[in-house]
């Protein structure tokens, strides 16, 4: 079946610092796949996404390469800042799964000054 | 732009009372969906609906949750009777189209059943 999976939090780094979050995927087909993020009370936002292999999503700063060999979607930052403080979620929709998104189980991040 | 909107933000009631959350989707989207958001389960797609029609509802943990969509531009999710279990935040989201579009999330409604 379908499915996402992300490192484990929380990531806790300092301002400045470099960000990778891990996500690898298992899916039939070929999917699209989102980067989401949650502040703290709020819903879910879309951060950037990528609809076929090689494809490099991008947004605030924030990149993601779709990785079709290595079935994975790795979320990269080179600077952080203090505002990034978040939950990040990898998710993947596929025709075959229909419409609804698969999100993994979501990473926190917490950046420091 | 109006975004997705939810209502109530906060709900607290005793168990085995009824409860009713609200979405309002952005004007346009034609697809609408219900999630559920523990720190157990992760987020959990409910139900969703294209056109006002439930297309799949196979998430919907029990009888006691229903979800309908009377109209494009408004959905109820209810539970009854609730149960300390069902505590979570909701999450309501809609899309135009599918595959590769994005879905909007409201703000949610955290459920609090004592």
């Known amino acids: 079946g379908n499915s996402v999976t992300q490192m484990e939090g929380p990531v806790t780094l300092s301002e400045e610092a470099f960000l990778t979050i891990n996500c690898t995927y298992t899916a039939t087909g070929y999917p699209s796949l989102f980067w989401y993020v949650q502040y703290p009370g709020e819903g879910l936002q879309l951060l950037l996404k990528a609809t076929k292999a090689d494809d490099k999503g991008s947004n605030k700063g924030f990149e993601a390469t779709y990785r079709k060999e290595t079935t994975s979607f790795h979320l990269e930052k080179g600077s952080v800042q203090v505002s990034d403080s978040a939950v990040y979620f990898c998710a993947l929709t596929s025709r075959q799964a229909g419409t609804a998104l698969i999100f993994g189980k979501g990473t926190t991040l917490s950046v420091s000054s | 732009d109006a975004g997705v909107i939810q209502s109530p933000r906060h709900e607290v009631t005793e168990m085995g009372q009824e409860v009713t959350l609200r979405c309002k989707p952005i004007s346009g989207h034609d697809y609408l969906f219900w999630y559920r958001q523990t720190m157990m389960r992760g987020l959990e797609l409910l139900i969703y609906?294209?056109?006002?029609?439930?297309?799949?509802d196979s998430g919907m943990p029990e009888d006691r949750f229903s979800a309908k969509m009377p109209n494009a531009s408004f959905s109820t999710l209810k539970i009854q009777p609730s149960e300390p279990r069902d505590s979570a935040v909701y999450f309501c989201a809609s899309s135009f189209g599918r595959g590769n579009q994005p879905q909007h999330f409201g703000d949610g409604t955290r459920l609090s059943i004592l």
């Open positions: 609906f294209n056109n006002n029609v439930p297309i799949d």
